[in-house]
Protein backbone atom coordinates (compact mmCIF):
# COMPACT_ATOMS: atom_id res chain seq x y z
CA UNK A 1 0.00 0.00 0.00
CA UNK A 2 1.31 3.42 -0.57
CA UNK A 3 2.47 5.61 2.30
CA UNK A 4 -0.08 8.22 1.07
CA UNK A 5 -2.91 6.02 1.14
CA UNK A 6 -1.47 3.48 4.66
CA UNK A 7 -1.52 7.20 6.80
CA UNK A 8 -5.42 8.25 5.51
CA UNK A 9 -6.10 4.38 6.22
CA UNK A 10 -4.28 4.37 9.98
CA UNK A 11 -6.17 8.25 10.54
CA UNK A 12 -9.88 6.78 9.75
CA UNK A 13 -9.02 3.67 12.09
CA UNK A 14 -8.18 6.37 14.53
CA UNK A 15 -10.45 8.53 14.78
CA UNK A 16 -13.06 5.66 14.57
CA UNK A 17 -11.64 4.59 17.85
CA UNK A 18 -12.04 7.74 18.86
CA UNK A 19 -15.35 8.25 18.27
CA UNK A 20 -16.17 5.41 20.16
CA UNK A 21 -14.15 6.34 23.57
CA UNK A 22 -11.10 4.76 22.93
CA UNK A 23 -8.75 7.42 23.55
CA UNK A 24 -5.30 5.56 22.96
CA UNK A 25 -6.27 6.33 19.32
CA UNK A 26 -4.55 9.47 20.09
CA UNK A 27 -1.23 8.37 20.34
CA UNK A 28 -2.09 6.54 16.81
CA UNK A 29 -2.88 10.06 15.66
CA UNK A 30 0.50 11.76 17.18
CA UNK A 31 2.34 8.97 15.26
CA UNK A 32 0.67 9.74 12.32
CA UNK A 33 -0.13 13.20 11.76
CA UNK A 34 1.47 15.25 14.83
CA UNK A 35 4.71 16.45 12.45
CA UNK A 36 1.95 17.79 9.60
CA UNK A 37 -0.67 19.14 12.08
CA UNK A 38 2.53 20.97 14.07
CA UNK A 39 4.12 22.77 11.09
CA UNK A 40 0.32 23.74 10.03
CA UNK A 41 -0.35 25.66 13.33
CA UNK A 42 3.49 26.68 12.87
CA UNK A 43 2.69 28.28 9.35
CA UNK A 44 -0.36 30.45 11.30
CA UNK A 45 1.37 31.45 14.28
CA UNK A 46 4.42 31.77 13.68
CA UNK A 47 6.43 30.51 16.64
CA UNK A 48 6.76 27.49 17.86
CA UNK A 49 5.06 27.78 21.72
CA UNK A 50 1.51 28.84 20.41
CA UNK A 51 2.20 25.71 17.59
CA UNK A 52 2.93 23.05 20.26
CA UNK A 53 -0.31 25.01 22.38
CA UNK A 54 -2.63 24.54 19.40
CA UNK A 55 -1.40 20.79 18.79
CA UNK A 56 -2.63 20.07 22.47
CA UNK A 57 -5.80 21.89 21.57
CA UNK A 58 -6.73 20.06 18.30
CA UNK A 59 -5.90 16.66 19.83
CA UNK A 60 -8.58 17.58 22.57
CA UNK A 61 -10.81 18.87 20.05
CA UNK A 62 -10.27 15.82 17.89
CA UNK A 63 -11.67 13.47 21.02
CA UNK A 64 -14.21 16.12 21.29
CA UNK A 65 -15.61 16.61 17.68
CA UNK A 66 -14.74 12.90 16.40
CA UNK A 67 -18.45 11.15 16.64
CA UNK A 68 -19.15 13.90 14.38
CA UNK A 69 -16.78 13.18 11.82
CA UNK A 70 -18.06 11.63 8.75
CA UNK A 71 -15.88 8.10 7.61
CA UNK A 72 -14.24 8.42 4.33
CA UNK A 73 -14.03 11.82 3.75
CA UNK A 74 -10.29 12.39 4.91
CA UNK A 75 -9.34 12.70 8.08
CA UNK A 76 -5.89 13.97 7.60
CA UNK A 77 -7.60 17.10 5.74
CA UNK A 78 -10.16 16.81 8.81
CA UNK A 79 -7.16 17.27 11.75
CA UNK A 80 -5.67 19.42 9.78
CA UNK A 81 -8.89 21.66 8.98
CA UNK A 82 -8.91 21.95 12.96
CA UNK A 83 -4.93 22.73 13.56
CA UNK A 84 -5.68 25.64 11.17
CA UNK A 85 -8.75 27.27 12.99
CA UNK A 86 -7.09 26.28 16.17
CA UNK A 87 -4.24 28.39 15.29
CA UNK A 88 -6.17 31.02 13.73
CA UNK A 89 -7.98 31.15 16.74
CA UNK A 90 -4.70 31.28 18.86
CA UNK A 91 -4.12 34.83 16.71
CA UNK A 92 -6.77 36.42 17.08
CA UNK A 93 -6.83 35.58 21.43
CA UNK A 94 -3.16 37.25 21.04
CA UNK A 95 -4.16 39.72 18.42
CA UNK A 96 -0.60 39.67 16.86
CA UNK A 97 1.63 36.81 15.32
CA UNK A 98 4.27 36.65 17.42
CA UNK A 99 7.06 36.12 14.34
CA UNK A 100 9.16 38.55 12.69
CA UNK A 101 8.97 38.70 8.81
CA UNK A 102 12.50 38.58 7.47
CA UNK A 103 13.09 40.42 4.43
CA UNK A 104 14.88 38.14 1.61
CA UNK A 105 18.33 40.53 1.68
CA UNK A 106 18.06 40.31 5.62
CA UNK A 107 17.70 36.69 5.52
CA UNK A 108 20.15 35.84 2.80
CA UNK A 109 22.79 38.05 4.61
CA UNK A 110 22.22 37.17 8.21
CA UNK A 111 25.69 36.28 9.12
CA UNK A 112 26.99 33.64 11.71
CA UNK A 113 25.07 30.64 10.69
CA UNK A 114 25.47 27.41 8.41
CA UNK A 115 22.24 25.65 9.01
CA UNK A 116 18.73 26.84 9.24
CA UNK A 117 15.37 24.77 9.74
CA UNK A 118 13.53 24.78 6.87
CA UNK A 119 10.53 26.13 9.19
CA UNK A 120 12.39 29.05 9.91
CA UNK A 121 13.81 29.66 6.67
CA UNK A 122 10.04 29.79 5.43
CA UNK A 123 9.89 33.16 7.70
CA UNK A 124 10.71 35.31 4.35
CA UNK A 125 7.50 34.25 2.53
CA UNK A 126 3.90 35.97 3.23
CA UNK A 127 1.67 33.86 5.29
CA UNK A 128 -0.33 32.88 2.56
CA UNK A 129 3.02 31.35 0.66
CA UNK A 130 4.27 30.05 3.91
CA UNK A 131 0.66 27.98 4.80
CA UNK A 132 0.70 26.64 0.98
CA UNK A 133 4.38 25.13 1.16
CA UNK A 134 3.73 23.52 4.90
CA UNK A 135 0.42 22.00 3.80
CA UNK A 136 2.13 20.53 0.54
CA UNK A 137 5.97 19.99 1.83
CA UNK A 138 5.36 19.22 5.62
CA UNK A 139 1.44 17.47 5.58
CA UNK A 140 1.93 16.28 1.74
CA UNK A 141 -1.38 17.17 0.94
CA UNK A 142 -2.59 17.04 -2.73
CA UNK A 143 -3.92 20.20 -4.12
CA UNK A 144 -7.30 19.16 -4.70
CA UNK A 145 -6.82 18.46 -0.43
CA UNK A 146 -4.97 21.77 0.23
CA UNK A 147 -7.23 24.10 -1.76
CA UNK A 148 -10.37 23.72 0.22
CA UNK A 149 -8.57 24.22 3.43
CA UNK A 150 -7.16 27.60 2.43
CA UNK A 151 -10.29 28.65 0.77
CA UNK A 152 -8.89 29.11 -2.80
CA UNK A 153 -9.10 27.20 -6.19
CA UNK A 154 -6.80 23.83 -7.08
CA UNK A 155 -5.19 26.15 -9.84
CA UNK A 156 -4.46 29.25 -7.35
CA UNK A 157 -2.82 26.50 -4.89
CA UNK A 158 -0.66 25.81 -7.43
CA UNK A 159 0.31 29.04 -8.46
CA UNK A 160 0.83 30.14 -5.21
CA UNK A 161 3.13 27.10 -4.21
CA UNK A 162 5.45 27.80 -7.04
CA UNK A 163 5.34 31.61 -6.17
CA UNK A 164 6.43 30.63 -3.07
CA UNK A 165 8.99 27.55 -4.37
CA UNK A 166 11.00 30.76 -7.15
CA UNK A 167 11.42 32.82 -3.78
CA UNK A 168 13.05 30.23 -1.68
CA UNK A 169 14.77 29.07 -4.31
CA UNK A 170 16.25 32.73 -5.17
CA UNK A 171 16.82 32.99 -1.21
CA UNK A 172 19.19 30.09 -1.49
CA UNK A 173 20.48 31.04 -4.30
CA UNK A 174 22.36 33.97 -2.69
CA UNK A 175 23.39 31.64 0.36
CA UNK A 176 25.11 28.67 -1.66
CA UNK A 177 26.71 27.67 1.45
CA UNK A 178 23.62 27.41 3.53
CA UNK A 179 22.47 23.94 4.71
CA UNK A 180 18.52 23.54 4.52
CA UNK A 181 17.49 21.14 7.14
CA UNK A 182 13.73 19.60 7.68
CA UNK A 183 14.38 18.60 11.20
CA UNK A 184 12.05 15.82 11.86
CA UNK A 185 9.26 13.90 11.16
CA UNK A 186 10.55 12.88 7.85
CA UNK A 187 9.38 9.58 6.17
CA UNK A 188 8.94 7.67 3.17
CA UNK A 189 5.53 10.00 1.76
CA UNK A 190 7.80 13.42 2.70
CA UNK A 191 11.10 12.33 2.16
CA UNK A 192 10.87 12.93 -2.13
CA UNK A 193 8.72 16.43 -1.62
CA UNK A 194 11.89 17.87 0.95
CA UNK A 195 14.32 16.33 -1.76
CA UNK A 196 12.65 17.74 -4.87
CA UNK A 197 12.48 21.02 -3.14
CA UNK A 198 16.09 21.22 -1.75
CA UNK A 199 16.63 20.24 1.55
CA UNK A 200 19.99 19.11 2.09
CA UNK A 201 19.41 17.17 5.73
CA UNK A 202 16.25 15.54 6.88
CA UNK A 203 15.68 13.68 9.97
CA UNK A 204 13.47 10.84 9.91
CA UNK A 205 14.41 8.95 13.31
CA UNK A 206 10.90 7.88 14.07
CA UNK A 207 11.00 6.14 10.41
CA UNK A 208 14.44 4.64 10.83
CA UNK A 209 13.72 2.92 13.85
CA UNK A 210 10.31 1.65 13.73
CA UNK A 211 11.99 -0.05 10.30
CA UNK A 212 12.18 -4.15 9.75
CA UNK A 213 15.36 -3.72 7.69
CA UNK A 214 16.44 -0.04 8.72
CA UNK A 215 19.83 0.33 5.86
CA UNK A 216 16.79 -0.54 3.33
CA UNK A 217 14.67 1.73 4.90
CA UNK A 218 17.31 4.60 4.70
CA UNK A 219 18.23 3.84 1.58
CA UNK A 220 14.33 4.11 0.42
CA UNK A 221 14.33 7.71 2.37
CA UNK A 222 17.43 8.65 -0.01
CA UNK A 223 15.41 7.51 -2.97
CA UNK A 224 18.32 5.28 -4.00
Known amino acids: MPVLSHRRSVC ?7 ATGDRSALATLYDCM ?3 LFSVAYAVTGNWH ?15 TAPSYRPGT ?5 LLAIARHKA ?35 RALDEEEREVVILRVYAALPYKELAPLLGITVAAAQKRYQR ?20 GGVNRETAPICRENGADVAVAGTAVFRAENIP ?5 LRGE
Open 50 to 64: DAEDVLQETQLDACR
Open 88 to 122: LDCVRRTGVRRAETLDDDRAAEEPGFAAVEALDLL
Open 216 to 220: AEIAL
Open 12 to 18: EKAVAAL
Open 34 to 36: GRS
Open 74 to 78: SACAW
Open 164 to 183: AMEKLRALRAKRPELILEVD
